[in-house]
């Protein structure tokens, strides 16, 4: 709930190392690993930062991407792909892999948004999101709007799920991102799996 990254790391002995990474300047709202020493932050003050535990509290940090104006409310990832839901209609989708030491901030290669949330101001922000292992379709969730699957290939909106006039009081509990993503709305210690909604991914074919 602060600005604050802790990365605790056993050594020899079983003693505790602890990272204390100070670089946020608002809230930091999740954490992806890119591998065993290293991960990605992002935070309400519009950045995603790139941290090694090989380096010490004080070189971590660098700044991958920069929204400065937008704030970044959740960050997911399936190989070198990783998506962020920031603070206005836009699931925003990169390549770590065009990070470098001669490009510090990188541009997203593809962006979404529901069709109707592109005519102008809106209320409507992604609150939350995730990507399927196969890094071909990202789920979005809305504030003051509807959860919506996105198809990275084909550029388009696969599904909507819910609508806000609705009496939608089921939640979203379980996302199966084994290949596609199949969305479960129900409510999560309910043992009886005929009373779940269950909307399925595109299937793909050569999964």
Request: hydrophobic share 30%; with cysteine.
């Amino acid at each position: 709930g602060d600005s604050e990254v802790r990365a605790f790391s056993i050594g020899e002995g079983a003693t505790i190392n602890t990272h204390v990474y100070t670089c946020h300047e608002s809230r930091v709202k999740k954490l992806v690993t890119l591998d065993p020493n290293s991960f990605l932050s992002c935070s309400e003050d519009g950045t995603v930062r790139l941290f090694d535990l090989r380096e010490g509290s004080q070189q971590g940090g660098a700044i991958v991407v920069n929204l400065s104006s937008t704030e970044i409310n959740c960050i997911a990832m399936s190989g070198s792909t990783f998506c962020l839901a920031c603070g206005d209609s836009l699931v925003r989708v990169y390549d770590i892999r065009s990070y470098g030491p001669a490009k510090s901030n990188i541009s997203p290669f593809s962006c979404f948004a529901p069709e109707h949330l592109t005519h102008g101001p809106t209320a409507a922000y992604v609150t939350g999101i995730d990507i399927s292992k196969n890094g071909k379709e990202i789920l979005a969730t809305y504030s003051r709007d509807n959860i919506f699957l996105f198809d990275i290939d084909e550029n388009r909106v696969v599904q909507s799920i819910g609508t806000p006039a609705d009496d939608f009081d089921h939640e979203l509990y379980y996302v199966d991102s084994e290949s596609d993503l199949d969305v479960y709305l129900g409510d999560e210690d309910e043992d009886d799996e005929s009373d779940l909604d269950v909307y399925l991914g595109d299937e793909d074919e050569d999964d």
